[in-house]
């Protein structure tokens, strides 16, 4: 597609809940990035999809957190029993990996609200 | 692991006035970026410095690779109220094929 695409833009949902958040990288892009960002924060860093390398999964911040990268393009993000704290902003971030031209483009970002 | 300290976390200018922010890596990088937020959006791209030492400029912005390609900086001249949101450098890792986030600085125009 002509950007990354995420949906959906907007997920309220009760605590406790499971939740699906989706990526639609850049075609041809191999790099994917999970990032989250509450309000006026900066950017948390979550999980990192690169070809066909085993995932950096260091930052999920609990088990609750999962996330997969089928066939190399789309990724979900999903978060089971949801809890407040995880109210954010998710974003997704796709890119190329040579040196010379790495430069990350965003989604729009999922706003999740757990009440 | 790697890190990409960023300083200041807010800055706060008069209109007109000059802002910086700084970037230090703990690791030699083999790029930096610089992006902006705006309030409300996404981190859009600005730049990319590849080389030792590199100086870039856009308009009113400049930015500066170190010679160790460990630090970088982002200079605005004469702050504009378009300028204001928060600005982002992201360090390209060669060993790990990542980028490295700073934490950010926001830059606030006061009235």
């Known amino acids: 597609g002509a950007g990354v695409s995420q949906s959906p833009s907007n997920k309220v949902t009760e605590k406790g809940k499971d939740v699906e958040l989706r990526c639609d990288p850049i075609?041809?892009?191999?790099?994917l990035y999970w990032y989250r960002q509450s309000l006026g924060q900066g950017l948390e860093f979550l999980i990192y999809?690169?070809?066909?390398?085993?995932?950096?999964k260091s930052g999920l911040p609990s088990d609750r957190f999962s996330a997969e990268r089928t066939g190399g393009s789309v990724s979900t993000l999903t978060i089971q029993r949801t809890q407040q704290e995880d109210s954010a902003v998710y974003l997704c971030?796709?890119?190329?990996?040579?040196?010379?031209?790495?430069?990350?483009?965003f989604g729009q970002g999922t706003r999740l609200t757990v009440v | 692991g790697q890190q990409v300290m960023q300083i200041p976390q807010y800055q706060h200018v008069q209109e007109g006035e000059d802002f910086t922010t700084y970037c230090n890596s703990s690791?030699?990088?083999?790029?930096i970026q610089w992006y902006k937020q705006r309030p409300g959006g996404h981190p859009v791209f600005l730049i990319q410095?590849?080389?030792s030492g590199e100086v870039k400029k856009q308009k009113r912005l400049t930015f500066q690779f170190g010679e160790a390609k460990k630090n970088s900086s982002l200079h605005i001249t004469a702050t504009q109220t378009t300028d204001v949101g928060t600005y982002f450098c992201?360090?390209?890792?060669?060993?790990?094929?990542?980028?490295?986030w700073g934490a950010g600085t926001k830059l606030i125009i006061k009235p």
């Open positions: 971030a796709s890119s190329l990996v040579w040196t010379e031209n790495t430069e990350a483009f």
């Open positions: 075609s041809g892009h191999t790099a």
């Open positions: 999809f690169q070809g066909n390398s085993a995932p950096d």
């Open positions: 690791t030699t990088l083999s790029n």
């Open positions: 410095l590849v080389k």
């Open positions: 992201a360090g390209f890792s060669g060993s790990n094929y990542q980028l490295i």
